[in-house]
Nanobody, 125 residues
Framework: VQLQASGGGLVQAGGSLRLSCGFS????????VGWFRQVPGKEREFVAS?????????ADSVKGRFTISRSRDNAENTVYLQMNSLKPEDTAVYYCAADPLGTKRLTAADVYDYWGQGTLVTVSS
């Protein structure tokens, strides 16, 4: 499966963006999906995840501001990251990743088998 991340852009602090992670084939519901972000010179950081069954989980830094969700159309092949109340420190390249039938250790990047190409989010102060 190939993942396509999109939806990044430039937004002012306090604004919102919605990122999308599109699956090239099949349904996303058979995969755990995670969102990570990375700034130059730093390690990739966990943002949010949703297991193939179970509840979403968020990094403390985004809890209450970001929401991960699956599309509810018949294709069910997109996972979203709704980002509200954005802060300058949220500026990063955001990546989505997928782990077939994943339920454990979803905060760890090495769990995921498939990665999207990244989309840049820039939050100005």
């Amino acid at each position: 499966v190939q993942l396509q991340a999109s939806g990044g852009g430039l937004v002012q602090a306090g604004g919102s963006l919605r990122l999308s992670c599109g699956f090239s084939e099949g349904t996303s519901t058979l995969y755990a999906v995670g969102w990570f972000r990375q700034v130059p010179g730093k390690e990739r950081e966990f943002v949010a995840s949703v297991p193939w069954r179970g509840n979403a989980y968020y990094a403390d830094s985004v809890k209450g501001r970001f929401t991960i969700s699956r599309s509810r159309d018949n294709a069910e092949n997109t996972v979203y990251l709704q980002m509200n109340s954005l802060k300058p420190e949220d500026t990063a390249v955001y990546y989505c990743a997928a782990d077939p039938l994943g339920t454990k250790r979803l905060t760890a990047a090495d769990v995921y088998d498939y990665w999207g190409q990244g989309t840049l989010v820039t939050v100005s102060s």
